[in-house]
């Protein structure tokens, strides 16, 4: 059984930072390769970033390179989204999957396994 459980959301001003956590109880967690998705007010829930089994490789959305930094602990079955240089349009749910399947799955309709999400708004 996998459980997903994000923290880290919050209230933010507009070039702010917030750093993302998802903590999951899975046996095998280095098995898994993790991403994080999310979903604006009245929008499909979207790719955003995901991270291989071991952390070497990365895939980021083109709107969120350079700004954006997925990493995970593999000895703490955590993986992180650290969000800089936000943006009102990236207030959004912010949700943490994990799968084992690479190139990473960027459907939502395809992802395996999700958290309950945690809530990123930024102020402008």
């Known amino acids: 059984q996998v459980q997903l459980v994000e923290s880290g959301g919050g209230l933010v001003q507009a070039g702010g930072s917030l750093r993302l956590s998802c903590a999951a109880s899975i046996r095998t967690f280095s098995m898994y390769h993790m991403g994080w998705f999310r979903q604006a007010p009245g929008k499909e829930r979207e790719f955003v970033a995901a991270?291989?089994?071991?952390?070497?490789?990365?895939y980021n959305v083109d709107s969120v390179k350079g700004r954006f930094t997925i990493s995970r602990d593999n000895a703490k079955n955590t993986v992180y989204l650290q969000l800089n240089s936000l943006k009102p349009e990236d207030t959004a749910v912010y949700y943490c999957?994990?799968?084992?399947?690479?190139?990473?799955?960027?459907?939502?309709?395809?992802?395996?396994?999700w958290g309950q999400g945690t809530q990123v708004t930024v102020s402008s």
């Open positions: 991270i291989s089994q071991s952390g070497d490789r990365t």
């Open positions: 999957t994990a799968d084992r399947r690479w190139p990473p799955v960027t459907s939502s309709s395809e992802v395996a396994y």
